[in-house]
């Protein structure tokens, strides 16, 4: 373990190219149901924010950034089954329930670490059963955002920043 | 590579109680958590080296550890270090999924590495950044 190893050398790789190349006949049906459930799933977050935002239930800053990231991995899940012959991928998103989810700033952030955890549930799934291996790194970084989103609203709900072991 | 992500938890529990030392308050009971967590990986990554009949490494004394750390001479230092730590840890994990080929071993990897992103996120916090900072988390080594 060396501090050679600088953060600055941390660069995110170029993800939307490798996920954008295409899988073998054979492996393309079984993951691009997966990359059209995980499509389902940001879509559900990215209106989940963008909501809350409209509503003042997340501090701008915080809202913006996870809109933000929502939104580039949309665009890595759209180019990866735009790759695969899917050109209007069929996901789609209902819209967020209004109610006590966004009642307080608070009560917004605990509704949405429910909602990135299921995420990361599902990318963990995919993960575990996806054919074509070059689909897990970048979609690997994906799930480490949304657990590093979970972080941030932990935070900025008042909680402790790691649930307990 | 099971057998090289084991050996890096080791060497992480250790060095995160390296780490430990040099802070205080929140933030050294986050990095005793961390340590914990990582000595946790380090078990259930050798339980699948087990369950393959191979014997998984062992960790090495502290002091052996303590001579690759860098030099942490305050609570600033010892964070940089645990960023550049736990980057390296996800971005070890993210790559050994593709080279993985049962279930139950990607399974676990994966999860590991969300654990893994999610202590980054708390060493970016506790160092007054924001704690998710890109869409696509992957350090790279």
Redesign the interface.
């Known amino acids: 373990?060396?501090?050679d190893?600088?953060?600055r050398?941390?660069?995110?790789?170029p993800?939307g190219v490798i996920l954008a190349r295409p899988a073998s006949a054979a492996a393309q049906a079984s993951d691009v149901d997966q990359l059209e459930r995980l499509l389902a799933l940001e879509q559900r977050l990215q209106s989940l924010y963008e909501t809350a935002l409209a509503r003042d239930a997340v501090e701008p800053?915080?809202g913006e950034?996870?809109l933000?990231?929502?939104r580039?991995?949309i665009r890595?899940l759209e180019m990866a089954l735009r790759a695969r012959g899917r050109r209007s991928p069929r996901a789609t998103v209902p819209p967020p329930q209004v109610g006590t989810a966004f009642a307080s700033r608070p009560a917004f952030a605990r509704f949405a670490i429910d909602v990135e955890t299921e995420t990361?549930g599902a990318?963990?799934e995919a993960?575990?059963?996806l054919r074509n291996?070059?689909l897990?790194?970048?979609l690997?970084?994906?799930?480490?955002?949304?657990?590093?989103?979970?972080?941030?609203l932990r935070?900025a709900a008042g909680d402790e920043?790691?649930a307990p072991? | 590579m099971l057998g090289s992500l084991a050996a890096?938890e080791h060497?992480?529990a250790v060095?995160w109680g390296a780490i430990a030392e040099r802070l205080r308050g929140e933030a050294r009971g986050?990095a005793r958590?961390?340590q914990?967590?990582e000595e946790?990986h380090a078990e259930r990554i050798s339980a699948l080296i087990r369950d393959l009949g191979g014997e998984p490494p062992r960790g090495r004394p502290p002091e052996e550890?303590a001579q690759?750390?860098?030099l942490m001479r305050d609570e600033d230092e010892a964070l940089?270090?645990a960023?550049?730590?736990e980057?390296?840890l996800?971005?070890a994990?993210?790559?050994a999924?593709?080279t993985l080929p049962q279930?139950e071993q990607?399974?676990a990897v994966?999860?590991i590495?969300?654990?893994?992103?999610?202590?980054?996120?708390?060493v970016y916090?506790?160092s007054g950044e924001?704690?998710?900072?890109?869409?696509?988390?992957?350090?790279?080594?």
């Open positions: 373990v060396s501090r190893l600088s953060r050398a941390a660069l995110a790789l993800v800053g915080l950034t996870l933000a990231h929502e580039e991995h890595g990361v990318y963990q993960l575990t059963t291996t070059r897990l790194l970048p690997g970084s994906i799930m480490a955002s949304g657990a590093q989103h979970v972080v941030a935070q920043l790691l072991g | 890096f060497a992480a060095a986050y958590v961390i914990a967590r946790r550890y690759g750390f860098p940089r270090f960023a550049d730590l980057e390296q996800v971005r994990h993210l790559d999924l593709q279930e990607r399974r994966s999860e590495a969300a654990e893994e992103a999610e202590d980054l996120a708390v916090a506790v924001p704690a998710a900072q890109h869409p696509f988390v992957t350090g790279t080594l």
